[in-house]
């Protein structure tokens, strides 16, 4: 099992403009991990976690932990693309590999989008 990991992760390595694309994802997720460690607070207070036109309340409270599920798949998504990019690598190649890489930046910037969007919100109470 470490033989394989040390071959992928040196697979890796030797394509330098897909390290380059993985390592700007990385550093997104630890930015993104970075901004929501600093902006969750413990409240005993119910945040707005849900919002809908439908229904006799637009706005749903939660308990504060549910935005901890942000870091969690932060997390998640960095694992698991990591791995599916090595894995494309392999099978498709070099290009797919770049395109799927650089779908991570613009998933981590959209992410980003959302988690300011539900902090803000959640602020306010």
Request: glycine letters at 4%; hydrophobic letters at 55%; proline letters at 2%.
């Amino acid at each position: 099992m470490r033989q394989r990991i040390t071959s992928s992760l040196q697979l890796l390595i030797a394509d330098r403009p897909l390290l380059i694309v993985l390592a700007l994802f990385l550093v997104g997720c630890i930015g993104l991990l970075i901004y929501l460690a600093t902006n969750i607070h413990p409240s005993d207070l119910q945040i707005v976690t849900h919002y809908t036109s439908f229904g006799t309340t637009n706005f749903y409270r939660d308990k504060w932990y549910y935005l901890l599920n942000f870091v969690v798949f932060v997390i998640v998504m960095a694992i698991v693309h990591v791995v599916l990019c090595y894995r494309i690598l392999v099978q498709k190649g070099h290009d797919a590999a770049i395109a799927f890489a650089w779908l991570g930046v613009v998933l981590v910037v959209i992410s980003a989008g959302i988690v300011y969007q539900v902090l803000k919100i959640a602020s306010l109470t």
